[in-house]
Nanobody, 126 residues
Framework: QVQLVESGGDVVQPGGSLTLSCAVSGDTLSNYRMAWFRQAPGEEPEFVAAIRWSGGNTVYGSFAKGRFAISRDIAANTVLLQMINLQPEDTGVYSC???????????????????WGRGTRVTVSS
């Protein structure tokens, strides 16, 4: 079982950038797939991006392509989400999630990631 702690959320103006970080501990991470989800008030969690710890292949939600980039720092046991050109609709709580990876496939459903951090808040406003 892994533990996840997010950081990096902030208030930014439209067009701004942020990098979120997820510190991961508690298990052998080579067996895991990692993901970021976001949740706006009153909405269900929305898939942002995912990465396999071993191999590093990635998948993105449609809104994230070209603006968001997920990566992992193996030495630091950290998953990053770099975000550019942020817009007000990107506002929400961003959570890091993890699940045991048995194939190279990266699912996008929240149910496929049983381990979650508490989230970090991103607000995009002028």
């Amino acid at each position: 079982q892994v533990q996840l702690v997010e950081s990096g959320g902030d208030v930014v103006q439209p067009g701004g950038s942020l990098t979120l970080s997820c510190a991961v501990s508690g298990d052998t991470l080579s067996n895991y797939r990692m993901a970021w989800f976001r949740q706006a008030p009153g909405e269900e969690p929305e898939f942002v991006a995912a990465i396999r710890w071993s191999g590093g292949n990635t998948v993105y939600g449609s809104f994230a392509k070209g603006r968001f980039a997920i990566s992992r720092d193996i030495a630091a046991n950290t998953v990053l989400l770099q975000m550019i050109n942020l817009q007000p609709e990107d506002t929400g709580v961003y959570s890091c999630a993890a699940g045991v990876s048995t194939t190279w496939l990266l699912p996008t459903g929240a149910d496929e990631y049983p381990y979650w951090g508490r989230g970090t808040r991103v607000t995009v406003s002028s």
